[in-house]
């Protein structure tokens, strides 16, 4: 008899057909003995009609509003799958995030969770009732709703296994797990067995969109053991877990890529001390992240291009900040590239094996791959290439580092 | 200055275009300096297809569940006209039932309103910030979501109203306000510019759709003034108010019908004492609503037969009632029939105006319709007639006493 915690998606539970199989396989665990927490998404659709209903409402819409609007989903999926579980003889009851509660800050549209009061839910479990909660959902310190941000769902399962001391973390998707590389691109894509928490929390933020980076963050610093795996299938899927738990590790677990990011050169910037922190600062007070960063002596000798990365969606933003610096910077030009990818391969084994970087990109310049721009991290090395390259670059390496399939 | 309550209902705000047409009544409102606090439906259809998915998903669904579900429609709305008002640069924050809070009894779906604690929402109101309550919801002692039935926003509205100490519940749809008739039968009904509680009371009672019955009662027990009138024009509508505020009364203000009950007729019970209690008794104890009751002796002179309308979804448990309990009836045979219609004259004149039920029967019997059972308050006469009937004898009786349109 375990404690888990079942977290289903939006396709898992798009029309009662589906939420009947949902049903049955929550079910299954719970006549087997287990205590089951599940966890939903809103209907598959739902939420990205609601989002453009608020877009029609107002343009600059206030995000308390947003979160009330949105929150609608998943109030319905719970109270229909707790209908059909007692329909099935199943004891279960729905919980919405305010009556939990999950509480969060006050970061509407985006909340981060503070903390869950979970002793009723477990005294319920305990007394053998299923508790179906509303994913993405939370409450404020001031009594309103608030969401989580897209995916937010696998945050939540994930902080309520952690508040509930919950055994496993089953995260039913519509894929069979965590996958060697993105099995639409690479077709000798396998399924991994078992990953590490810091490999997965780089997977998930290099593009990965298995899981959300903030729900492998919770998992990492609670250990609470993830399983990601299908809603269609009893296969076991991929379990994240602590590296004690890893008998033997690949060099390399997974290449990911991942197009959020586009690419800003600033030319011919005066090559002096402070420069960086012109350029940088007004980004970081503008709360734009930079990822890479490249500088690099331009012909002259007496100035620097600079080279960085930041979320598509700031670039406009970037620029003003860039424009409003330009006396101080005094440089040429800037430029805008969004055809750009970065390629990232991933894995705790890097840490002890020598040559990792080495073979990247030589695998990459045997295939006239040009790199734009490198980052690094304990296990993982991400480059920038043109666009048009990715498919190319992720299987290449997917060969070169041993991970295709027999 | 005033402080309104407006209440819209669900075709009111069936798309953002109309929730735009809302925010700008409500914003004129505002922008006048009147304290605005306004309630709404869910967007016309949402309802239907949130209970759908209820039945769908199980027959006999639980109430509490299906609660959770059904109270999602209002939360939208709430929040999209919230942003909508703060777009045209209105103050305006959304309010659901457990937030108000909307204190209600346990009763889902079709919860009795118990208190509303609004003290907080007077104090925004009194620094110009509108307040939009989602209708139709409240919150239960054990801090679930209920729901106040079908038309509950009404209801909603009124309380509020009462609670808020409003001047005005303005309750807008789409027709122009009370008409002494159906005008989809009668084409010369008329607006009714006045009307009182009682009246009301019974026009909604009776059949008139156009407010929830439980809300006149509450309008009533807190003196609430409250006008009917159409979301698509700035004609004031119908002002239903205390007697007191009434100079001149019509004899009679208005002709109802309703085809919700079904006739029930028990031929050849025993004539001795004690058998309406033998067939009334087990009728209550099941929470079977007896209308009207005609008891006539049969042919033999020993036995009798006894009539009763009850609600139409009633007519199968009230069957079973009484097959339990034909050993002490000893009756021949019963006979349920759902061809009828209940059709009423109202009007407060009628206390002081002698021969009104007389005007009545002439009318009907002058065209051949046979009246099959009779119920009567001070200010009300309902007769059963055969369904085929309905439209003759509503036209007739509207110009019988002389409420025609000139």
Chains 1, 2 share one sequence.
Not at 29 to 43: I, N
Not at 123 to 146: C, H, M, N, W, Y
Not at 219 to 228: C, G, I, L, T, Y
Not at 231 to 244: K, M, N, Y
Request: one cysteine or more.
């Amino acid at each position: 008899m375990a404690r888990i915690v079942q977290k289903f998606g939006g396709t898992s539970v798009a029309d009662i057909e589906r939420i009947r199989s949902v049903a049955e396989r929550v079910k299954a665990a719970a006549d087997a003995g287990d205590q089951v927490c599940v966890v939903l998404s809103a209907m598959a659709g739902t939420t990205n009609r609601l989002i453009e209903w608020t877009r029609e409402a107002a343009k600059l819409h206030d995000a308390r509003e947003y979160d009330v609007v949105v929150s609608a989903g998943e109030q319905m999926t719970v109270g229909l799958l707790a209908m059909v579980l007692q329909d099935m003889g199943v004891n279960a009851r729905s919980w919405l995030g305010w009556q939990v509660p999950v509480r969060t800050d006050g970061t509407h549209g985006s909340a981060r969770i503070a903390e869950i009061q979970a002793a009723e839910i477990v005294k319920r479990l305990e007394d053998g009732q299923v508790a179906v909660v509303a994913g993405f959902q939370g409450v404020s310190p001031d009594g309103r709703i608030t969401t989580l941000g897209r995916g937010g769902s696998d945050t939540s399962a994930v902080a309520l296994a952690a508040a509930l001391e919950a055994d496993r973390c089953d995260i039913f998707t519509d894929v069979e797990g965590v996958y060697t590389a993105d099995p639409r691109i690479v077709t000798r894509a396998r399924k991994i067995d078992r990953i590490t928490y810091e490999e997965m929390l780089e997977l998930a933020s290099q593009g990965a969109k298995v899981l959300q980076t903030r729900s492998v963050e919770i998992a990492m610093n609670h250990q609470v053991r993830v399983q990601v795996r299908s809603s269609f299938s009893q296969a076991p899927g991929t379990l994240v877990v602590d590296e004690a738990e890893i008998v033997e590790f690949e060099v390399v677990s997974g290449i990911t890529y991942s197009s959020a990011e586009a690419k800003v050169t600033i030319l011919a910037v005066a090559d002096r001390p402070g420069v960086a922190a012109a350029v940088f600062g007004p980004l970081s007070d503008s709360n734009i992240n930079v990822d890479m960063i490249v500088q690099s002596a331009s012909a002259d000798g007496r100035s620097a291009d600079i080279t960085f990365t930041v979320n598509r969606g700031d670039v406009d933003r970037a620029l003003t900040c860039l424009e409003a610096a330009r006396e101080e910077l005094g440089h040429h030009s800037v430029i805008a590239d969004d055809e750009v990818v970065k390629v990232s391969v991933i894995g705790v084994g890097m840490r002890s094996h020598a040559g990792v970087a080495k073979r990247m990109f030589t695998t990459l310049a045997e295939r006239g791959i040009n790199i734009q721009a490198i980052s690094t991290s304990e296990i993982k090395i991400s480059v920038l290439i043109d666009a048009e390259y990715t498919e190319l670059a992720v299987r290449a390496l997917h060969s070169a580092y041993g991970l295709d399939a027999a």
